[in-house]
């Protein structure tokens, strides 16, 4: 089963998302800030992690940044959802780590659509 840990703090987005997905089968870990999410990370495995850009805590970019260099997971798929879409945040992203943005808002079929793009399903 594919493991998802969802990290958003705004709980009526984090319930539409978690709810689309797990329609779909996917196994969700939920995280409500940036560290919650790194520690979740740094626990366990997951197939995907969907971070808010701006959380409480700690960013999404943070978490994508301490991620790849300090718990060294380099395969683990990292998708980055912000309203911040300028062409240097999403570079931003990018350089920190992250392999995919969605800017908000978003359907629930464009989530699910980019999900099955990066998962390769």
């Given at each position: 089963?594919?493991?998802?840990?969802?990290?958003?703090?705004?709980?009526?987005?984090?319930?539409?998302?978690?709810?689309?997905?797990?329609?779909?089968?996917?196994?969700?870990?939920?995280?409500?800030?940036?560290?919650?999410?790194?520690?979740r990370?740094?626990?366990?495995?997951?197939?995907?992690?969907?971070?808010?850009?701006?959380?409480?805590?700690?960013?999404?970019?943070?978490?994508v940044?301490?991620?790849?260099?300090?718990?060294?997971?380099?395969?683990?798929?990292?998708?980055?959802?912000?309203?911040?879409?300028?062409?240097?945040?999403?570079?931003?992203?990018?350089?920190?780590?992250?392999?995919?943005?969605?800017?908000?808002?978003?359907?629930?079929?464009?989530?699910?659509?980019?999900?099955?793009?990066?998962?390769?399903?």
């Amino acid at each position: 089963m594919t493991r998802i840990l969802l990290a958003e703090d705004e709980e009526i987005l984090r319930m539409l998302v978690l709810d689309t997905l797990e329609d779909e089968g996917y196994e969700i870990d939920e995280a409500t800030d940036g560290q919650e999410a790194y520690e979740r990370l740094s626990m366990n495995d997951y197939d995907l992690v969907i971070l808010d850009y701006m959380m409480p805590r700690m960013t999404g970019l943070e978490v994508v940044e301490k991620t790849r260099n300090v718990l060294n997971k380099k395969n683990t798929k990292m998708m980055i959802l912000s309203a911040k879409n300028q062409q240097a945040d999403r570079e931003r992203m990018k350089e920190a780590g992250a392999d995919f943005f969605m800017s908000k808002p978003f359907s629930p079929q464009q989530l699910l659509e980019t999900i099955g793009e990066i998962l390769g399903a």
